[in-house]
């Protein structure tokens, strides 16, 4: 948000804003915002594989005892 001591910000008196644009716009914003972090999530639940406990490789199962060759 713009300062009021920032050289381009602009006034702007109320006879000449617009209430309904304003929040409409603000919706807009909010609904695209929601949609990417949705998306955001399901690509991250695509890229990303859970550990899962328990479960192991069949190769993991073999313990090398040392000093056998």
């Known amino acids: 948000m713009k300062s009021i001591l920032d050289r381009s910000f602009r006034y702007t008196s109320s006879a000449q804003t617009d209430l309904r644009k304003t929040f409409a716009r603000i919706r807009r914003e909010q609904r695209l915002h929601e949609r990417d972090e949705v998306q955001a999530v399901a690509e991250a639940k695509l890229k990303v594989a859970p550990i899962r406990r328990g479960r192991s ?8 005892s040392p000093g056998k060759p």
């Open 57 to 64: 490789a069949p190769g993991m199962l073999k313990q090398i």
